[in-house]
Structures are given as C-alpha cells and as structure tokens.
C-alpha cells in the first residue's frame, strides 16, 4: 500500500484557534442554506435578447438517412493553439474567470476551452466566426462538453447555454446542459453520436454565430469545457460509408469484439464508438467493450476523413443485446463510509463470483488553514470473496473546513465504481459525513 501525504500547517495560539472555530462556523451555515437552483435571467446579462428557442429547446434528431448523400463539416475547431481560434470572438464580463485554452484534460489533443468558476457574476462568451448558411438543404450543430465540479464549488449554481445569432445581437438558446443527457462531472460527452442539433431552419442566413455562454448570478459554479466543434451539412457527393458489424449478443461481463468498415471518401479514416451507455473510444476501428448491466445498447460508429478538403462523415448504428451470464456475476459496493479518526470504509462482494485482483484509491481534498491540502490513499488485494467484506482506510491528517472525499475500486471481472462524499475537518476528526 502507498500513501502520498498532505502537507499540514501546524497552528499556535489561542488567537489563531478563535479564527479557524469561526471559519468552522460559517462553512456550518452554508452547508444549513438549501438555496434552490439558481435559473439564469438572459435579460440581466448583456446578451439581453438571447431568448428561448419557442417552447422548448430546438430537439436533436438521428443523422440516418440524410437525403441522397451524407455529411460533411463546414466548420470544425479542434483548438490547436493555446489561443483563441482566428475569428473567434469573446465577451468577457469577468476578467479574473472567463474562457481560455486549456490541455490539462482536452477531448481530443492539444487543446479546449473551459470556463473556471469565480468570485461574484459571470456571463462569459465564446463566439464562433460567422458562418454562411447559403445553398444548403440540412445543417446541424455538434461539439463535445463536460462539466468538473468539486469540494469548492457547486453544479447548481452555473449553466452552459448554447445560443444561436443571426445578426450578432439577438440570441437564441438552443441548448443547455440541464437539457442534455444525465451526466457526471470530468467525462466528456459528444452531442454527434446520433443526436446531432438541427440548425436547418437557418438555411440562407449569411451571417450565423454560435455563442457558448457560461452563466452564473454570483460565482461559486462549476468548470465547464468545450472541445470539437462541429457545424455539419448534407453533402449529396458524399461516398463515404461505414458499417457497425450487425447486431451483438453477448452476456453480462463477456468481452464483444466490435468490427467496423469503411468505403469510399479518402483514406486514412478517423473512427469514433460510442457504446450506448455513456462510454466512447475513438481512432480505433475494431473495438473490444465489456457491459455489465443487462438490456438494449444502441451503438454509434462514425467514420471522418483524416485528411483531404471534403471533410466527409459516415454513421452506422448496431443493437447489442445483453443476456444473462452462465454464472452469476460479482457484485462490489462500496459501503459504511465512516469517520472520525481519518476516513474508513467497506469493500464487498454483495453477490456471485469472487473479485480478482481489486485495486482501491481514495482522494481527499479540503482546505487547511492557508493552504488546500489533499490526500491520496491506495492499495489492493488478490480477491474479494462474496461475504467477506474488507476495511479501507486512510491516514490521520489534520484540517480544518469542508472537505471531499472520492473512493474509487475495480477488479477484472467488475465494472469500476466510484463514491463521492462531504464532510467537515476538525483538526483530527472527520465529522457530518454525508452525500
């Protein structure tokens, strides 16, 4: 087992006990207030035309069948550079927390863009060149999202809108992440998967700008980042074509092995999976994927070409069928997350099989008194046996304030599973643990 410890500040003084037991005292109050989502007012930002698209959000549709041809992109920004894209623009109303370029974490390498919480009010934007919609008969929008949120901040408190203009003042939501699928905090996820968002009631419109808005009324929200942006239209030249491998059956557990095909278009291709369950892979064409729950996964193939001026895509679905295994398959959980002295929990094995070769981490984040301490914790053991649950624990640290804590285990034959909890730090104790 290895440990990475914290830094810890040792305090001195009544005086500077008085303030941490103070600071003890405020983070209570803000973990007692219940304020409900906060819904952002477009008509208080300086976007003060952006509006809803009608009723609803404009609904994503199937790329299948797109008249006599397929598609190809028009515009598709990966973020190359560290800079802003040429002809991108930004509205900054808050110059310590706006959009920049990152590569910490991108969808697809070197670069993305993301907007950090701050302090007070943010209506940050990120804005696309203008964009001619003449002489086509289909056009869609897809980009890949995600969203970090942690000990600090709260998912609750900002939104990620995606608006359309077609005059550069006037702004029409036509997404929100709220909108989206259910989603979890440091995970891409891609709208272009058969779920493309449908632009073509602006067809001829000469002067069409995407803007991606980060809204939060006082500050304290969550990361958000943007990467491959894509404006796609119906290309009936389009030759290219892919084919998913049929439909799959499998059982619970058992390893499937994808085949993908491509003709047509110029080679070499980029291949793109998404599995139907959240999970994608990409540049490789014959995939192996396990599932662990039972039922229907649609799955998504799509083929672009890697090089060439056409800019051609290619989508092919495939139903995968999952059964019931021969033998029942393990069940992990993790339980009895638990203090005071350090933190501690449960590993077991709640049915079937045993484990094999299971590895566990726990991350503790929080702040100290003057510095952000975190902790890392892991270790292993060959099997967990169904009924014999084993104790994880941490080491003593010390810290004062809110923290978070993330507890992590997989084994070969079990899907990873991760569980996430609050607490508060008092010195040595770990107290109020909670979801």
Not at 410 to 425: C, F, I, T
Request: charged fraction near 20%.
């Amino acid at each position: 087992m290895k440990y990475i410890v914290n830094k810890e500040n040792i305090l001195k003084g009544a005086g500077v006990l008085l303030i941490i037991l103070i600071l003890l005292v405020s983070n209570l109050a803000v973990i007692a207030n219940t304020t409900t989502d906060k819904i952002k007012q477009n008509n208080q930002t300086n976007k003060s035309s952006c509006i809803l698209h009608g009723s609803s959000f404009s609904e994503s549709i199937s790329n299948e069948g797109f008249g006599n041809g397929g598609l190809k992109w028009i515009v598709m920004e990966r973020f190359e550079k560290d800079t802003i894209p040429e002809n991108w623009t930004q509205d900054i109303n808050n110059t310590a927390a706006t959009w920049e370029l990152m590569g910490d974490n991108p969808h697809s390498s070197p670069w993305y863009a993301m907007c950090y919480p701050g302090d007070g009010p943010q209506d940050e934007w990120l804005i696309t060149m203008s964009v001619n919609f003449t002489g086509y008969k289909e056009i869609y929008l897809a980009f890949c999202w995600e969203t970090n949120w942690w000990w600090a901040v709260h998912q609750d408190k900002c939104d990620l809108n995606v608006c359309i203009s077609i005059d550069g003042s006037e702004w029409t939501v036509i997404w929100n992440e709220n909108n989206s699928v259910e989603f979890e905090p440091f995970s891409w996820y891609d709208t272009t998967f058969g779920n493309y968002i449908d632009l073509s009631e602006y067809i001829n419109e000469t002067n069409v700008k995407i803007g991606f808005q980060y809204y939060s009324e006082s500050g304290g929200g969550c990361a958000v980042g943007i990467d491959d942006v894509r404006i796609l239209v119906n290309d009936p030249t389009n030759t290219l074509t892919c084919y998913a491998g049929g439909n799959y059956t499998a059982k619970a557990a058992e390893t499937i092995y994808f085949y993908g095909e491509a003709s047509g278009g110029q080679k070499p291709y980029d291949w793109h999976w998404d599995f139907g369950d959240g999970k994608m892979m990409k540049n490789v064409r014959n995939p192996t994927y396990k599932y662990y729950e039972l039922g229907i996964y649609n799955v998504t193939l799509t083929v672009e070409e890697k090089s060439g001026d056409r800019n051609w895509i290619a989508t092919d679905y495939a139903e995968v069928n999952i059964t019931e295994p021969d033998q029942i398959p393990p069940t992990l959980e993790i339980e009895n997350i638990r203090g005071p002295f350090g933190i501690r929990a449960t590993l077991n094995n709640t049915k079937g099989e045993n484990i094999t070769n299971v590895e566990w981490e726990m991350h503790i984040r929080g702040a100290g008194f003057n510095n952000i301490f975190s902790t890392i914790v892991n270790g292993s053991f060959d099997k967990l046996a169904m009924g014999e649950p084993k104790e994880i624990s941490s080491k003593y640290f010390v810290g004062f304030g809110r923290i978070k804590i993330k507890i992590m285990a997989e084994g070969d034959n079990v899907q990873a599973l991760s569980r996430e909890r609050k607490a508060l730090k008092f010195g040595p104790f770990v107290l109020n643990i909670r979801e």
